[in-house]
């Protein structure tokens, strides 16, 4: 059973068919519910959007992260192209409001700009989003998501492919209780705080480069309550089964005021 | 006159009035609009928040920097001390939905937590939802917004400090056309994009370390449209009146593929 946010046509649920051969999902209504799930021994597993190649990193992900016992087991990288649903019958002339998820929303920003007068809504998912677009009976409402939810909920397509971009992309990990390194791992993901002191940063990475290794992702979220320090997040590729790499480790231990090894895997493409 | 985001009591305003002995405020209905109204000439200088030490950073604003021709000139930190808002009469028991802007939500996550079966809706602006509240009518909705709004639009105070911390503050930043640097000037902001080659923001980043100079604050921002690539934003604590600095700055800009110098400013306490 894999834990995922949203409802059935969610980016997610395409991942964990990707991911699982017979993907049994469980739906909740948040990002919180799914580490829960997980950390509870609700779920084996579940799956969470981290990044998107327009919109940027899913900060609400990273916030969870520091809250939660979890480790990550797989990840893969997914294409998303949202089009523009509502229900048929409607024209694009109709359409007052526009309901999606946040960062769907910034990742056609474009079609967005062009059309002032249309009010853009934030919503919690994109599916979600489609699900009530479809209840509403509102002809004046149209929702930014997938092409599987115009099938899924009774909608017709106003609009393909309305992202500011073709290449649009959303990584995505898969969160397990424990540590598994399945055959493959090439990716290991750290969370840190260093002192908030000159160079502190510089220095683990540092400890990074002189090994030659990659660091695909750095992300800084800030610490509540302090005075803008942060916690980093490290991505490297690399594999701990390298005695190098476990070596590098323990430096990073040793260096940072704390250090979380969040796991080791690949990243589907 | 000075752009801000919002209306009448938004937190740029505060900042605004600390900044400017005589701030003449024109409010913007978004970001854009105020980067826009300071490319233009419209208005001299424009007041954007960058940063919140509970929320992170306001990533419109980062995206919007490559948009814009502009400079930083000044710089303020202000104490959001952010209040739940009601028509008078209204009681919390009352309450369905509460509005406001998206980071200020995010920085009051754990009452809102505590209160489940409130709606949090976004709006553009503190201010804003303010308004919107006191227009309403509606006595089952609150929103969250400063002190100030709640006489500035016939709002009661239903709950004093709803932020998560007590120590909540927001950077914002104060933008001209042209580029100056007023005396007492000690932080450099940086806009540079790096080869995706690995090692390349580690090296940008011992240009830095060498000099013994602290980097406070490192962003990165995807480039729609490519693959993961990544804009840097470096803010660094120094002075292009130091030789040393504008020889450091020389080689940032041989090694980075692209860098635009954003300022160099003094950030009031």
């Known amino acids: 059973m894999v834990a995922c946010q949203g409802t059935e046509g969610a980016y997610s649920q395409k991942v964990c068919d990707r991911m699982f051969e017979f993907a049994d999902i469980l739906y909740m209504n ?13 779920c084996p597993f579940g799956v969470l959007p981290i990044e998107n190649s327009t919109a940027g990193s899913v900060t609400q992900v990273y916030d969870l992260m520091e809250k939660h016992r979890f ?20 024209q694009l002339s109709d359409v007052k409001e526009i309901v999606s998820h946040e960062q769907a929303l910034r990742q056609c920003g474009a079609f967005l700009a062009a059309h002032p007068k249309i009010r853009a809504t934030p919503m919690e998912n994109t599916a979600v989003a489609a699900a009530h677009a479809a209840r509403s009976g509102r002809r004046d409402l149209a929702v930014i998501a997938s092409r599987d939810c115009a099938a899924l909920y009774g909608l017709s397509v106003l609009r393909d492919d309305v992202c500011d971009t073709g290449n649009n992309f959303t990584r995505f990990i898969c969160i397990a209780k424990d540590l598994t390194v399945y055959e493959g791992a090439n990716k290991i993901s750290l969370m840190l705080s260093a002192a908030h002191r000159p160079g502190s940063l510089y220095r683990l990475m540092s400890r990074i480069a002189v090994q030659g290794l990659n660091l695909t992702k750095l992300e800084s979220r800030p610490i509540p309550g302090k005075d803008f320090e942060f916690r980093f997040f490290f991505d490297i590729e690399a594999s701990i089964r390298d005695a190098s790499v476990r070596a590098l480790m323990g430096q990073l231990q040793a260096e940072a005021d704390q250090m979380v090894f969040l796991g080791n895997y690949e990243e589907m493409r």
């Open 71 to 90: 480790h990550i087991v797989k990840a893969a990288r997914q294409r998303v192209d949202h089009c523009l649903l509502a229900l048929p019958g409607t």
């Open 30 to 42: 948040t990002f919180n519910d799914v580490f829960s799930a997980v950390e509870k021994g609700m």
